[in-house]
């Protein structure tokens, strides 16, 4: 069955996606959501998630932070150091007059406040389950959605002037016109919830070694562990034995949490750099992971995506209904938000080259530049800002 709509429709039913569709209910726009999987399916997900100030300030003004405050913890101190060489940094949120520097919640916890608040709010916002996007053509004049529902024997297909990929890139395989720039770096991330000796002090630790970046985040009263390095490293280290990793983890990480005691369900997933390089320029927009994947070394790469989720929003209800995926609506949109999105692929991307190597001379270079970060208030507010809110 074919249908049309003269609404926005988006494509991806997770936390960007729902934003956006808050957003636009928010301005007095009507606006569907198709999801591949069913209600609550994500609510057991324990993977972390890095919100910073300022998406927690999107959440505040959608109506979403209430619901989940008391799910997050708080960063309020963020100590940066390298194995193996002199220099750290510590950056603090009472420094910058901030209530904190980021927080860090479950997926499944901010999936239940986001599907919550939208039952609140009623009117405004169709979510329809179960319907994974098979193909999407997009033409001069609209955007054609097919995707299979199980009340169907047949695809359905959706007709609208402005399709909106937000499922992290799920579905990009499946639409022609579409390419993807890619850099992989041949590394993995490890990542796991572990319970040390000394309690977190709402502190989160980046920790730079030869091998990689490692990140601990406070998250509830233990460690969210994100351990970074090429993939045969992250081979010996996943194959230990629960004992012998927390005394790996120990030796890479240092003492400045006490022992590491225990190591919950470990998962690993590639890390790479992408971003598309060909958009379409009418009926079609593409944000967050689909549109930009991000290294996980600064916690950029999700609140970018919300972002793009509050711009994209912010555009559609500057225009008029008969302009809604219009090319020079879209390129508005793109323009806006080419500094952030550049920027923040730039920014990870140096991280990993810089910090993620043992050359003679380098070790010495990164201790200097987190000397000076330490040393230099103007610095540390810049990096604070941009972690804060962006580009």
Same mark, same amino acid.
């Given at each position: ?91 603090? +949120?009472?420094?910058? $007059?901030?209530? *904190? !520097? ?6 499944? /916890? %901010?999936? @239940? &406040? ?117 993939? +045969?490293?992250?081979? $010996?280290?996943? *194959? !230990? ?6 005394? /790996? %983890?120990? @030796? &890479? ?124 208030? *103007? ?13």
């Amino acid at each position: 069955m074919k249908q049309t709509v003269s609404h926005p429709v988006v494509i991806g039913g997770g936390p960007v996606g729902l934003v956006l569709a808050l957003s636009l209910q928010q301005a007095g726009v009507p606006v569907t959501v198709l999801e591949a999987q069913q209600p609550g399916a994500m609510y057991g997900d324990g993977r972390a998630l890095a919100l910073s100030y300022g998406t927690r300030q999107v959440l505040e003004q959608l109506g979403v932070w209430s619901v989940v405050s008391s799910k997050v913890t708080a960063i309020e101190t963020i100590h940066v150091s390298q194995q193996k060489g002199f220099g750290r940094a510590l950056l603090k +949120a009472s420094e910058h $007059q901030l209530p *904190a !520097l980021g927080y860090v919640v479950s997926y499944g /916890a %901010l999936m @239940q &406040a986001l599907d919550a608040r939208m039952a609140e709010t009623g009117a405004g916002i169709e979510v329809r389950y179960e319907v994974p996007v098979k193909q999407l053509h997009v033409d001069t004049s609209a955007a054609e959605v097919t995707y299979e529902s199980a009340a169907a024997s047949n695809p359905d297909v959706l007709v609208t002037p402005l399709a909106i990929i937000a499922d992290g890139g799920r579905s990009l395989e499946a639409i022609p016109g579409l390419v993807r720039e890619t850099k992989h770096y041949g590394h993995d991330a490890l990542v796991g919830l572990v319970q040390t000796e000394l309690p977190h002090r709402n502190i989160a630790y980046e920790r730079f070694t030869p091998f990689g970046p490692m990140a601990l985040l406070p998250n509830g009263d233990q460690f969210s562990l994100v351990w970074t390095g090429e993939q +045969a490293y992250i081979d $010996q280290i996943a *194959a !230990l034995d629960d004992a012998d990793f927390l005394q /790996a %983890l120990h @030796q &890479a990480f240092g003492d400045r949490v006490g022992k590491f005691l225990q190591i919950g369900k470990r998962g690993r997933f590639p890390l790479k750099l992408s971003k598309l390089e060909q958009t379409f320029p009418a009926h079609c927009v593409v944000i967050g992971n689909a549109a930009q994947t991000m290294h996980p070394v600064a916690g950029q790469g999700f609140n970018v995506g919300i972002r793009d989720a509050m711009a994209l929003a912010k555009n559609i209800a500057a225009s008029s209904a008969a302009e809604w995926g219009a090319a020079h609506r879209l390129t508005e949109y793109h323009q806006s938000r080419a500094r952030d999105t550049g920027r923040g692929l730039i920014f990870t991307d140096f991280l990993v080259n810089v910090f993620s190597n043992d050359l003679i001379g380098v070790g010495l270079l990164r201790g200097a530049g987190l000397g000076a970060l330490s040393l230099l208030p *103007a610095a540390r507010r810049f990096l604070v800002s941009k972690m804060s809110y962006g580009s």
